[in-house]
């Protein structure tokens, strides 16, 4: 998948709520947004040439559908912001995400048992892998 826009996130968002939808539905869904119509329209364009949606005619209006699961995009989104980091520090990213994201306790408990299994071979230490020659992060 190419990478979205945080714009575009906002469309693919009311697109997966709704399964599908016309232009004028994601529109009156993003009415909170400061984006007029013709903005949204071009959002929904480049999302079709992306292949994120899928525009197809139903009478009158194009009904758009998403090409790409929600979880899919946003494990392939985090994979890729995670790529960016220093692997150091990816252990500290996720424990502020932790602190600042509410959980059930469902998604506690199957996080707990993945830590303990990952527990069992993990390395007492990351290293670093920035820049060779560059500074250490420690």
Same mark, same amino acid.
């Given at each position: 998948?190419?990478?979205?826009?945080?714009?575009?996130?906002?469309?693919?968002?009311?697109?997966?709520?709704?399964?599908?939808?016309?232009?004028?539905?994601?529109?009156?869904?993003?009415?909170? #947004?400061?984006?007029?119509?013709?903005?949204?329209?071009?959002? $929904?364009?480049? *999302?079709? @040439?992306?292949?994120? =949606?899928?525009? +197809?005619?139903?009478?009158?209006?194009?009904?758009?559908?998403?090409?790409?699961?929600?979880?899919?995009?946003?494990?392939?989104?985090?994979?890729?912001?995670? #790529?960016?980091?220093?692997?150091?520090?990816?252990?500290?990213? $996720?424990?502020? *995400?932790? @602190?600042?994201?509410? =959980?059930?306790? +469902?998604?506690?408990?199957?996080?707990?048992?993945?830590?303990?299994?990952?527990?069992?071979?993990?390395?007492?230490?990351?290293?670093?892998?920035?820049?060779?020659?560059?500074?250490?992060?420690?």
């Amino acid at each position: 998948m190419e990478e979205i826009s945080n714009a575009e996130w906002e469309v693919m968002r009311v697109v997966w709520t709704l399964k599908k939808a016309t232009s004028q539905e994601i529109i009156t869904n993003l009415s909170h #947004s400061q984006w007029q119509p013709a903005t949204i329209k071009t959002l $929904i364009g480049r *999302l079709v @040439k992306k292949n994120c =949606l899928a525009a +197809k005619r139903q009478q009158r209006p194009f009904v758009y559908y998403p090409l790409i699961a929600e979880n899919t995009a946003m494990n392939q989104a985090t994979m890729a912001l995670f #790529s960016h980091l220093c692997a150091m520090k990816k252990g500290q990213t $996720i424990i502020n *995400l932790l @602190k600042n994201t509410s =959980l059930s306790q +469902k998604d506690i408990q199957s996080m707990q048992l993945i830590l303990q299994e990952k527990l069992q071979t993990a390395p007492k230490k990351i290293d670093c892998d920035c820049v060779v020659g560059g500074h250490n992060c420690e």
